[in-house]
């Protein structure tokens, strides 16, 4: 898997919507890549701070900004 395809489904893992086979290839790949760990990290860790705060419920179409937003950031750094 390429940082590429791990970032893309990133999101979706979080989602826990990823099938066996595609976690596990995420899995192996963030254990071995720090720059997607990272992006991990940093992902879960703002949809927490989002789902930490109850009274804010995360409204529908901020997770999919927030997702876009990151995905520019790191197309940034790639480049
Ligand atoms: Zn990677």
New binding site residues.
């Given amino acids: ?4 395809e ?2 893309r489904e990133i999101s979706n893992y979080l989602d826990g919507e990823l099938g066996d086979d595609l976690r596990q290839e995420l899995e192996a ?2 254990k ?6 990272v ?1 991990l990290d940093t992902t879960r860790k703002t949809i927490e701070l989002y789902c930490d705060g109850k009274l804010f419920p995360l409204p529908a179409g901020v997770r999919e900004r927030l997702h876009q937003a990151l995905r520019r950031k790191w197309k940034a750094e790639a480049v």
């Fill in positions: 898997m390429t940082c590429k791990a970032f790949h963030l071995l890549c720090r720059k997607c760990e992006v």
